[in-house]
């Protein structure tokens, strides 16, 4: 993606998230868009333009960008809120995914910050670790500004308290559950934003009226155990989406949610079953932490 230097964006962002229009005086002192293009009118406007730029991004591995059609990512981080004037951090990024779509999108006005669980000697986490080093290492003009840092699952903290507008979080919430370390990184992610914040979570959804210790291992969770887990930690339940929803998912698979794309635990057995489903049923769910703290019970 092209860096194209924004004059007056914070303050076109402020009028326009307060609902009132860019008077026309402010847009005129501004230079001339490129081509003659008509600036956006809004904050709303201007990030789905954004966004649309950075999928089409040719630095987007074809791997990932064949996986939009089950992971929706414009529609999910429109659902969240996120702009390219944000604070972003998020939670155990993986081999960099979102970190694709969101390091480039907040890399001129914003902050992209990946926190990756503190890697063993080997494993997982040393090689997802690895690989996102390596991913914003070669390309500077993307993810020259994305910051990565390390957190202990059992004491997490990600910076200086209340400084992120946003946390995000994809298909992670499992493996904290199946860790039991959900409870604290969920009052660090309340730690770490601003009142006001949002907390964005995806994850592979579970029927309705299961028993957690009945599905814990499968990867798939209860909508409203995850609800508990943010509420318990001080965030009120501000939406919930049906973008990655998958009403083929029956959710019974012989190796959990790994069954389906894009793990294939089973590999060539009935590969072509899994893959006619497509990836999981996932729950879309936005918290936001109270611009003042509940009063403490008495």
Same mark, same amino acid.
């Given at each position: 993606? !092209?860096?194209?230097?924004?004059? #007056? ?9 307060s ?19 008509v ?17 089409? #991004? ?12 089950y ?11 996120v ?11 993986? #081999?960099?995914? =979102? ?21 063993? *000697? ?20 993307? =993810? ?7 957190? *202990? ?12 507008? %946003? @946390?995000?979080t ?7 559950? %199946? ?12 730690? +770490? ?6 907390? #964005?979570?995806?994850?592979?959804? +579970? ?6 210790d ?5 990867? =798939?969770?209860?909508?409203?155990? @995850? ?5 318990? +930690? ?13 009403? !083929?998912?029956? !959710?019974?698979?012989? !190796? ?17 079953? =899994? ?24």
């Amino acid at each position: 993606m !092209k860096r194209h230097v924004v004059f #007056g964006l914070t303050a076109f962002l402020l009028a326009a998230c307060s609902g009132n229009s860019v008077p026309a005086s402010t847009l005129a002192a501004q230079d001339q868009p490129v081509g003659g293009l008509v600036p956006p009118t809004s904050a709303s406007d201007f990030t789905s333009s954004q966004l649309d730029t950075v999928l089409a #991004g040719s630095w987007r591995s074809e791997k990932n960008r064949a996986r939009d059609t089950y992971r929706h990512p414009k529609a999910t981080l429109q659902f969240f809120g996120v702009r390219p004037d944000l604070t972003v951090i998020e939670i155990t990024p993986g #081999g960099g995914w =979102y970190s694709e779509i969101l390091a480039p999108l907040l890399q001129d006005n914003g902050s992209y910050i990946a926190a990756i669980q503190k890697p063993a *000697d080997v494993g997982e986490a040393r090689q997802d670790a690895s690989g996102l080093h390596a991913k914003f290492a070669a390309d500077p003009a993307h =993810y020259g500004k994305a910051q990565i840092v390390e957190f *202990d699952p059992k004491a997490p903290a990600f910076g200086k308290p209340g400084a992120a507008d %946003m @946390v995000l979080t994809f298909r992670n919430v499992h493996n904290w559950v %199946m860790a039991d370390t959900a409870p604290a990184m969920f009052k660090a992610f309340y730690a +770490a934003l601003r009142p006001g914040g949002v907390l #964005g979570v995806v994850d592979h959804r +579970a029927s309705e009226g299961v028993k957690l210790d009945a599905i814990k291992q499968s990867g =798939y969770l209860p909508t409203s155990y @995850v609800v508990k887990l943010a509420t318990d +930690a001080g965030f009120k339940l501000d939406g919930e989406s049906e973008v990655n929803a998958n009403s !083929k998912d029956t !959710k019974d698979y012989p !190796k959990g949610v790994w069954t389906l794309p894009p793990t294939l635990t089973l590999g060539d057995q009935d590969k072509a079953k =899994y893959q006619a489903i497509g990836e999981s049923d996932r729950m879309t769910l936005r918290f936001v932490k109270p611009e003042t703290p509940a009063a403490a019970a008495h």
